[in-house]
């Protein structure tokens, strides 16, 4: 990975829905350049997909909620279904397993408070692995993202 990969890669986390010709323009490559380094993104596996953003605001009221849990026992089984079960819950935007006091973090995302507190039920106060759950509701989404840093980016702090 050089300099412009690490540029294009930056600009297509951002924007994957520009063309060849301005990411070109931007990187300082043909189209046909361009478009050879991306094909080479995805047989190497560097971008695992791509998908639409969605802006909740035009799409009606969506209540995001964080959920901290804690789960009874930890076999690998355990974490294993757990885990399926996140996958598996489109209301599920992301989960984390992590250290801590708390085995995940899970964001979750309803279309009301109401609907959020029935899908914490059924994922976490009707499982009999689940130990403790907190639900945190979100009142302001200050930053939202999935874009990894590269390059120079990644060594600012």
Known sequence: MDDIDNRLLDLLQHDAGRTLFELGELVGLSPSAVQRRIARYRADGVIAREVAVLDPRHLGAVVLATVLVTLL????????AFAAKMRRTPQVQQCYS????????VILSAASVHECGLLGNRLFKDDDNVKRYETLMVFDTVKAGLAIPLGEARHQG
Do not use: I, R, S
């Open 73 to 80: 026992h930890e076999t690998v089984g355990q974490h294993a």
């Open 98 to 105: 992590v250290a801590g006091p708390y085995d995940y973090v």
